[in-house]
């Protein structure tokens, strides 16, 4: 399970998402309750996974220290070593998109490739997960159907499977593999991809 420390709306639901994987009753937990307790970030999709997390993401970025990347671009030696040391260990959901996020600023692929890779673009790209849990539960009876997209995107997103910096390279890699079948550029930026991914502990 991811860790969750915030109390925007994003990591909220997913605190609900872990009670219910849990086999925690969470029958009074409702949409509108969740809404009231939002005290971080902003509420504008939170029918839409995707869209919310992302602003969601963008109001916890904006609390982040200031940061200097390097100043060459593509997968350099210095660009390699920066990801390293700033993205070790565990990563948290925003810390995921943050790496990212921050390879995008690199320039070691476009905002699209990422959004898309993640599971986050317009494909929904999902992902049918053979090491994890068989059974996801989706809450109680009676819950409120809002809650259901939530449930699909923490269960089967691919930026769900990113727990470190390996694993992000490897998802995605993934993804640009899926869409270099009519975009070009997805493989020369999976060829980028593949020189961190050697240097990159799982």
């Known amino acids: 399970m991811m860790r969750v420390s915030g109390n925007n709306f ?3 639901v997913y605190a609900y998402y872990q009670q219910n994987q849990l086999g925690k009753d969470t029958r009074g937990i409702t949409w509108q309750g969740m809404l ?4 971080e970030g902003f509420i504008s999709s939170p029918e839409n996974p995707a869209l919310q997390i992302l602003s969601d993401y963008q109001a916890w970025k904006a609390q982040q220290p200031p940061r ?3 100043g060459s671009q593509g997968a350099t030696e210095e660009n390699k070593a920066y990801l390293r040391a700033h993205f070790s260990g565990k990563l948290d959901l925003f810390q995921r998109l ?3 996020d921050t390879m995008v600023e690199m320039g070691i692929l476009s905002r699209d490739q990422m959004l898309e890779s993640l599971g ?3 494909f929904q790209l999902r992902c049918i997960r053979m090491d ?3 059974i996801v539960c989706n809450g109680p009876v009676g819950r409120d159907q809002r809650f259901d997209p939530w449930t699909n995107f923490f269960s089967t997103a691919p930026m769900m499977r990113a727990n470190t910096l390996g694993q992000l390279l490897d998802v995605l890699d993934s993804g640009l593999k899926f869409f270099s079948k009519k975009d070009s550029a997805a493989e020369e930026v999976r060829a980028v991809l593949s020189q961190l991914t050697m240097r990159v502990p799982a």
Do not use: I
């Open 10 to 12: 994003t990591e909220k």
């Open 36 to 39: 009231s307790q939002v005290s």
């Open 68 to 70: 200097q990347l390097p």
């Open 98 to 100: 943050d790496a990212a």
């Open 120 to 122: 986050l673009g317009d």
């Open 132 to 134: 994890g849990p068989a």
